[in-house]
C-alpha cells in the first residue's frame, strides 16, 4: 500500500468545503490546507468518521513543519500508545475525522446564523477549546 500523500474531506462535504472561501465574504483562508486545520481545531473533541466516499483536499507536500506538529499534538489524545504517533496513516485519519466534525459544525453555522456573526461565533468556539486545553494542561503557555 501507498504511503498517504494527501488529507482527505468526505466526499459528501466537498463542494460545501472547497465553496467556503468563493461564497462566503467572512471565511477566508488563503488554502484548503489552512481552512482543514480550522475545522481541525474545531471538531478536536468529537471527531467523526467520513459516511461516504473520501475525497482529496490537499496535499502533504503542502504543509510546513508547524502545520504537522499542530496536526500531531491535536491527535496525540486520541491514541491509545504514544507509539502509534509513528503511524502516519492512523494520524491523518484522526486529524481527518476531527477535520470532519468541524466541517460539520461550520456548515451548521453557515446555514443558521447572518453572515456578520459567523466569525464572530466561530471565533469564539475556537477560544473555548482553547482556554480548556490550557486548563487541561494538555497546552502551556
Not at 481541525?40 to 507536500?61: H, R
Not at 466561530?122 to 503557555?141: A, M, N, P, R
Request: aromatic share 10%.
Amino acid at each position: 500500500m501507498a504511503d498517504q500523500d494527501r488529507l482527505y474531506v468526505d466526499k459528501n462535504k466537498i463542494e460545501f468545503v472547497r465553496g467556503i472561501n468563493k461564497s462566503n465574504k467572512y471565511l477566508k483562508f488563503d488554502n484548503q490546507k489552512d481552512l482543514f486545520m480550522y475545522a481541525m481545531t474545531l471538531g478536536v473533541d468529537c471527531p467523526t468518521s467520513f459516511t461516504g466516499i473520501k475525497e482529496a483536499l490537499f496535499l502533504e507536500k503542502d504543509m510546513n513543519y508547524e502545520d504537522m506538529a499542530l496536526i500531531y499534538s491535536i491527535v496525540l489524545p486520541e491514541l491509545d500508545k504514544i507509539e502509534e504517533l509513528t503511524d502516519k496513516e492512523k494520524v491523518y485519519t484522526i486529524a481527518q475525522n476531527m477535520a470532519n466534525t468541524g466541517f460539520s459544525f461550520i456548515k451548521e453555522e453557515v446555514d443558521n446564523n447572518s453572515f456578520e456573526s459567523l466569525t464572530v461565533k466561530l471565533l469564539l468556539k475556537l477560544d473555548e477549546k482553547f482556554k480548556k486545553i490550557t486548563q487541561e494542561g494538555i497546552l502551556t503557555i
